[in-house]
């Protein structure tokens, strides 16, 4: 998967403490998770991780929740992880995880892989989930910006994947600087504490 780290809400590199693993498709984008596995491979593991498995894997093209095989295929991975979660890429319609509600509100772990540097549904990806009433983790992978970390936290992202490069290079101060950008507002307050919207 690259070399690639896992950082909290404040900036802390928690690579060392993050158990998730991706199951390994055609699909899967670089930095999606720090490790993948094969299906072959989670299926004769002795232990049960923690697994993230695409979205659009257990979806019809309508965007509704596939049954029939998909479904068993589901529950077997269910029976031999730990923790499922999802990962999903931000080039859908928002609508798609309306109608999928109950199912998300499920995942321990939400990523959303942001395919550009220019496409900004990851925002409206983290701040629908948020909407629905998600209160898992909701961990940012791809091509955001360092400059777009701090609003990515106001919209409800707890977590991000970041090439070594976006770690170590940069502006002075580090990556912790990308994290506080926001430290301030006008009227003296808290900007990290204010929420960008309200809870459905």
Do not use: C
């Amino acid at each position: 998967m690259g070399n690639h780290h896992v950082l909290n809400s404040q900036g802390v590199d928690i690579s060392n403490q993050d158990t998730w693993q991706a199951l390994t498709t055609a699909e899967l984008p670089d930095g999606v998770a720090l490790t993948e596995l094969s299906l072959s491979e989670l299926l004769h593991k002795q232990d049960k991780p923690d697994i993230l498995i695409p979205l659009t894997d257990l979806l019809k093209p309508t965007g509704e929740l596939a049954s029939g095989l998909l479904q068993q295929v589901y529950a077997l991975l269910t029976e031999h992880s730990s923790r499922l979660g999802l990962w999903m890429t931000s080039n859908t319609d928002t609508d798609v995880l309306v109608g999928l509600r109950d199912f998300l509100l499920t995942q321990a772990l939400i990523v959303i892989h942001v395919p550009a540097f220019a496409d900004g549904r990851g925002f409206s990806f983290a701040q629908t989930l948020r909407q629905l009433g998600y209160k898992g983790e909701i961990r940012m992978a791809g091509a955001f910006g360092r400059d777009q970390i701090a609003y990515l936290l106001r919209v409800g992202a707890d977590s991000f994947v970041l090439s070594e490069h976006d770690v170590q290079s940069g502006v002075e101060g580090g990556i912790s600087q990308a994290f506080t950008a926001l430290a301030s507002a006008y009227d003296g307050q808290d900007a990290t504490a204010l929420p960008m919207f309200s809870g459905a």
